[in-house]
């Protein structure tokens, strides 16, 4: 596949703006740009085509089975693609005045609410633009409410092991101090290890529940309340708020505050990596510190507030407020009763898949999962020296994503699934007599896993030289 | 209530059959009894024809301006058309973080132009993958400039006040000692920095142009940072970039701003984009996402997501910055656009931003609405009014015209390529009506 | 099955140390180099940065994983081994003689082991 500018062909390019009408301004002087900008000259026709290609080496939701757990994959909706499209809401300036933004305000203002009632908080900022965003910013409550009670004991956050690695990345950014605590047996939290780890200097619990080996943690009421009598607040990193929207609520579990990640359980798309929302909730004790331009209404009038003691603004504006569109219009069209029926499908579909890869694959925990299940592919390892990651690649060969890979870190050689609920049974059953393949192929013909893919774009790139002798631009010639 | 699961209820029920158990509430055992939810407390679920009614309701309760005269680090300009087709394409929508190169290619190249885009506009060696916006940008500059006994950051005043909202949350959350410094006539006070430098200094945030729409003297201040062995940073507009100085041509260290104007509408503040390139030095301080070029084991050329290390999926809370999802999206969205306009193309849009805003500055004066700054300007620039601003204001948008913004010190103007001669006669005509 | 030569201390952590000329020079031993795999960067402190026994002063990254280094001593950091960061891949091809840093004003040290007590170790863990 060729570059963009291995594209470029001097003087080519379409006119995309008229000629300048308001006379001969033109800047002089020391500050004048004197490098030449090497962007690609292409006519739009080649620029196409040359998207069409790359499009043709992306794999979307819509090209096949797409388990990757921890992000929920889930079909994205058209019709919420279509409403953030409205121009009435893209072409809307942010500091226009607030009588020409109702509409807008009356977005945040909804969306707010709809998913304060799934989350069982009372007020929810879409300040943060992703979820590890949100992370950062439901921390900073959590420090400002130690702060305010002048509390400067509280620098610890515990995180078990089993967390996703934006946890400890984003308490730290946050200014506070990691504690790792193990999980049980069961893949839960320890409750002794996590009483041994609380004190007066416990800041909050970071708890993702479902964890991410995809069990929920029966124990979820005992371990907010050990948090909270040590004076410690308790923090829900809602990745796989999927498994349980409807159903049951991280406010009513004993937590303080949440992020959402509306690009996973909202349906809104990964675009790629981003753009994504992040919004954060809590509970009304910590309204106060949330970030700025929170939407408020009076007499069906819609106007920022500021709140009292606010940790200030972590993005500029009020977020990623398109992804918030796609969102609100998800959450209305199912409502009710599809936003619980959703997350009974998304568990379904999980504990279906796992049922039948069970007796062929080592399930890391065999227990009811709820919507996702890790295998540990240790003994296949062991025995056939194919790993993880050549049945990872290998499902590439069959035009499926990989499940997640050597995550969580506490169990060896992990694939972590996560089949949405927007998955239909023959899917599954597909994908599973495809592993099934795989699994039969380990044990006759290992070198051909070790080598897959066979029919991809490209086989498996150097990432060691990649990062050794680093290429992170194309180089011009001239 | 409109439904994207395949499955009819009997068919589930079949499903649940086939692995021994009776109902999906089955399945919630785990979840303590007294927490388990009876009921949402929400709407039913709409018919796709509905929802799509009541969001159109919705958006209607907005204006849409016809003309406006508004930046303040959000613009209005044209976007291409190819630029929305490219970027809607399903395939690069819905896709995931191309952590599975194999078959990502697609979106791996695609950050690779981009990278090298960014590095062309900027005149530096390496750019990240893009990060939330222009603000978190910033601040996640300012991170990457801290050393052990470097822990205090100077940021000029005339910087947009949405980025420094955003510099002084980071900045304290990482006990960094931001020093806000005094501007002179708007501009970056070059004495007010030498006075606040001292041996904790780590580096200088600025921009250029800067709130008030002002070209700052870069080079002076990169000098005078490097003297002191601290480092610079400039928060750029990218359009600008055509006309005046990359960051890379006055020894700035890193350069940072807000992508939107790159093919993105401004939607009401997102999503964005925020972008970062830096001299080869710093690229392992860089955060985010980071593509590179290698091979594969047949000698074919492939991109992967490289330098993973610094990150927080593999550094945890050793980790520089937090960020996973960026704006990829968006990025694609940027590099479509300096595709499409091209180098000459690039170059009209700065001119035109630039006659355009100086015309409108020409035909204001003439209105009594006086320049308060002298120092020159790129497409934005602060007058005095003769009128109460906000009166100007909703006078104006009673005619779908955005005026400029009403700041403390009179009304920030901006004009783009969008704001043409016909569209800047109207906004006079209109504004000698109001008077 | 794995090198540790005769004239070299150990640590548990899997770290080597010699005296040399005052200095006391530290690197990566054989064992550790093949756990971590194909090394893509070495983060070295600065000249001047001083460093304690027992504690991380340096980190090594493979393509998909992080490991901290640790200090046998106390002391300050003299010299640091600029040549790896050019070519990281030399601490897999030569351990013992890619160096990471040598040390200076060393006030103590921490356990340090022979090759024959290191051996155990290794074969403890491997």
Redesign the interface.
Known sequence: MKLLFERSVKGRGSDILPDITTGTYKPEGKYLRQSRMHLPEISEVDLGRHYTQLMKQTHGVNDGFYPLGSCTMKYNPRVDEETASLPSFTQIHPLQPLSTVQGCMEVLYKAEKLLCEITGMDAMTFEPAAGAHGEYTGLLLIRKYHQDRNDSERVNIIVPDSAHGTNPASAAMAGFKVVNIPSNDRGGVDLDALRAAVGKDTAGLMLTNPNTLGLFDPNILEITKIVHEAGGLCYYDGANLNAIMGRVRPGDMGFDCVHLNLHKTFATPHGGGGPGSGPVGCKDFLKKFLPCHMVEERDEFYYFADPEKSMGQVRSFYGNFLVVVKALTYILTLGKKGIPEASGKAVLNANYMMHQLKDHYHVAYDQICMHEFVLGLDDLKKKTGVSAMDIAKGSLDYGIHPPTMYFPLIVHEALMFEPAETESRETIDEAVKIYLDLYEKAHSDPEYLHNAPHHCPIGRPDDVKAAREPVLKYEFND | MGRYIPETLSEQEAMLKDIGYSSIDDLYSMVPEKVRLKGLNIPEGKSEMEVLEDMKEIADHNTVFRSIFRGAGVYAHHIPAIVKTITSKEEFVTAYTPYQAEISQGVLQSIFEYQTQICELTGLDVSNASVYDGAVAAAEAIFMTLERNKDEILVSDTIDPETLAVIRTYCESRSVKVTLLQNKDHLTDIEEVKKNLNERTAGLYIESPNFYGLIEDIEAFAALMHENKARIIEGCDPVSLALYKAPGEMDVDIAVGEGQQLGLPMGFGGPYLGFMSCKKELMRKLPGRIVGETTDHEGRRAFVLTLQAREQHIRREKASSNICSNEALCAMTASVYLAAMGPKGMEKLALSCYSNSHYLAEKLNELGFRRTDEGEFFDEFLTSSPVDPFVLEEKLAEKKILSGLPVKEGILWCATELNTREKIDELIAAIREVM | MFKNPEELKYTKTHEWVKEEDGLYVVGLTDFAQDALG?I??V?LPSVG?PVTAGEAFS?V??????SDVFSPVTGVVAEVNEAIVDD??SVNSDCYGSWLIKVADVTGTEELLDAKAYEEVCANEA
């Open positions: 194909d893509v960067f983060n940065d980190d990254e493979s393509v998909k994983a992080v990281p891949a």
